[in-house]
């Protein structure tokens, strides 16, 4: 079920749910890309079926992109849109299906950095994007993330990031201070990152750092690395990657009853 929640093209998701009566349980899943216009969430929804199939309702949100007319602060502000309008249209278009009390969130490369930053919202000051959620979530399992901008921007060849955020750490501290989830802790849900050992797009630091931070004040946050796995594998409903993140996805539902 497609379901705009914005007035712009890409204000939109695809809302899957099981067969059975509700409500159920929602996974919000945000895909990757590296927040540029050629990328949507065609990918994730065979993905987004599995999960429906296992018994939750999936929400697979689309939102603005880089080369769009996405960017900074519009890409982050869809994906808050997207979230909150779980307790408005999207509630409205699936009565007596969704229990909003049971939201978690999954995200993979670019979508990772967005559903961490959706875990952080609430941290944020009233006048962010994001900031004063009503759909605050139980869990989120992140797939390949990007948590610290500003170390992805600046350590390696990620000149994605610095499109998102339309220049360098020291041109906008601001924006990367905001964008980044690292930089949002302790958010007080547990957080899954799981990376592959043969990623080559996202350094699996980005993980191993966040988790640390997580740690450090107290979170619980959990680092799963994959021996092997590439940045795309967790991409394929087939794989071995999508098939642990899915366990992991379903694992937090499971224990939110």
């Known amino acids: 079920m497609r379901i705009r929640y914005g007035e712009d093209p890409d204000n939109f998701g695809v809302l899957h ?20 216009e050629n990328h949507d969430l065609s990918y994730f929804e065979p993905l987004a079926r599995s999960l429906a199939d296992a018994g939750v309702a999936v929400w697979n949100i689309e939102y603005r992109r880089v080369g769009g007319s996405g960017g900074w602060p519009t890409t982050l502000a869809d994906v808050d849109d997207a979230t909150e309008a779980l307790a408005t249209v ?15 969130l999954a995200g993979h490369s670019a979508g990772g950095h967005l559903a961490a930053w959706i875990a952080g919202r609430h941290t944020l000051s009233s006048n962010a994007p994001g900031g004063q959620p009503k759909i605050v979530p139980r869990s989120a ?17 990620d000149g994605f990031v ?15 201070e905001m964008a980044s989830p690292i930089n949002h802790l302790p958010i007080g849900l547990p957080v899954t990152a799981l990376h592959g050992s043969a990623d080559e797009t996202v350094d699996p630091v980005q993980s191993r750092s966040y988790t640390v931070a997580a740690n450090s004040v107290g979170d619980p946050a ?3 690395m994959i021996d092997g796995v590439g ?7 087939d794989s071995p990657a ?8 379903l694992d937090y539902v499971a224990g939110d009853s």
């Open 17 to 36: 749910l099981p067969e059975r009566p509700g409500p159920h349980p929602v996974v919000v899943m945000v895909h990757g890309g590296g927040w540029l």
């Open 162 to 176: 610095r499109q998102l955020l339309d220049g360098l750490p020291q041109q906008h501290p601001d924006r990367y």
């Open 242 to 249: 999508w098939a642990l993140a899915k366990r992991t996805i």
């Open 141 to 157: 399992t992140i797939m390949a993330g990007v948590f610290d901008l500003s170390l992805a921007a600046t350590a390696g060849h």
């Open 222 to 224: 959990e680092l799963r």
């Open 90 to 104: 999207v509630q409205k278009q699936a009565p007596a299906e969704l229990d909003l009390d049971r939201v978690h």
């Open 231 to 237: 940045h795309g594998d967790f991409g394929n409903v």
